[in-house]
């Protein structure tokens, strides 16, 4: 598994597995041992998606050790402040069956609240609890505005990015402060299977139009979150190390903004 690099010295898997409305506890336990055998170290789960416990349940039986896996959390909306974040965070480390979290994110901005979660996101990376801090569906205004004020800044934005959606000023702002971006809904919640570019530029290469897709994250630098119950296409997500786009192929992609 490919890795990239935070700004605070730390990597994270290139792709990741989401889990969100994945809630039936059987469907949590055959995607998840599905993405982990196919490669998958990286899950990422939220206390809103109400999978959490479930989760914790099936890393907790995996041979795949725990430092392997690279677990992705967020705070709510109405979780946040300083003293509900740091109570949220107790909660999910329960739900998970963990001590620590690789990645805890705010999963939106709330006026008037997200700089004091972020204060509260500090200490606990402080502690040693949480590894990596960031946050999740911030705009340009709100990493601004959270920058002023923060001591640490965020590794991560996972925002919602595809080919129809490709967030350009965004993503460059997030570039220049060194913010890896994530892609929530990577294949617009499979919108792009039917695409005809992405299907012809994936007959050369014996691949998929989200294949395809996938692959021009990467490229882009993007880390993608796809989710899937399907193991077979949990598997095909993650078989994308083994071709190349070129120019021409990523140009005709961006043709799709």
């Known amino acids: 598994m490919e890795r990239y690099n935070l700004n605070n010295g730390n990597t994270i898997p290139c792709i990741g597995f989401g889990t969100y409305k994945i809630t039936n506890p059987n469907d949590v336990e055959t995607s998840v041992v599905a993405a982990l055998e ?114 640490i800044p965020p590794v991560v934005n996972q925002i919602e990015l595809h080919p129809y959606f490709s967030q350009k000023e965004l993503r460059e702002f997030c570039k220049k402060h060194d913010i890896l971006v994530e892609s929530w809904s990577p294949i617009a919640k499979s919108g792009v299977t039917n695409e005809e570019i992405l299907i012809k530029i994936g007959e050369k290469y014996n691949k998929s139009a989200v294949q395809v897709t996938l692959r021009w994250h990467i490229q882009n630098g993007l880390l993608p979150i796809p989710k899937s119950v399907n193991p077979e296409r949990i598997r095909q997500s993650i078989d994308i190390f083994d071709f190349q786009l070129d120019e021409d192929d990523m140009t005709y992609i961006d043709y799709l903004d």
Do not use: C, P
Not at 141 to 149: D, G, T
């Open 38 to 151: 196919a490669g998958y170290r990286l899950i990422d789960t939220a206390s809103i998606y109400d999978n959490e416990a479930e989760i914790g349940k099936v890393v907790k039986n995996q041979k795949v050790k725990r430092e392997e896996i690279f677990i992705t959390s967020k705070v709510w909306n109405s979780e946040q402040g300083y003293d509900n974040t740091l109570r949220a965070f107790e909660q999910s480390l329960k739900n998970l069956q963990t001590d620590y979290l690789d990645m805890y994110l705010i999963h939106w901005a709330v006026v008037d609240k997200f700089k004091e979660t972020w204060r509260a996101f500090e200490y606990l990376y402080e502690q040693k609890v949480v590894k990596n801090i960031g946050v999740s569906n911030f705009q340009i205004s709100h990493l601004e505005a959270l920058m002023l004020k923060a001591n």
